[in-house]
């Protein structure tokens, strides 16, 4: 599982293929994640959360 901003989701996945890792899951949350308030950050951790569950279930 990796997390990432939806800008670099074809990065996480070109790297994912490069290191032997294809279909590796990834979180995707938009970008930025840097300079976000509080609650900008709840709401994002929130996507991740189902996200990263989603991902860990299909294993």
Known sequence: MTICSDRFVRLADSESKTLGME???????KH???GIN???VEELS???VD???RG???L
Request: charged fraction near 5%.
């Open 46 to 48: 929130a996507v991740f």
């Open 38 to 40: 509080e609650n900008q």
């Open 56 to 58: 860990w279930t299909s």
């Open 32 to 34: 930025p994640f840097g």
């Open 23 to 29: 279909g590796l899951p990834i979180a995707i949350g």
């Open 51 to 53: 996200q990263i569950i």
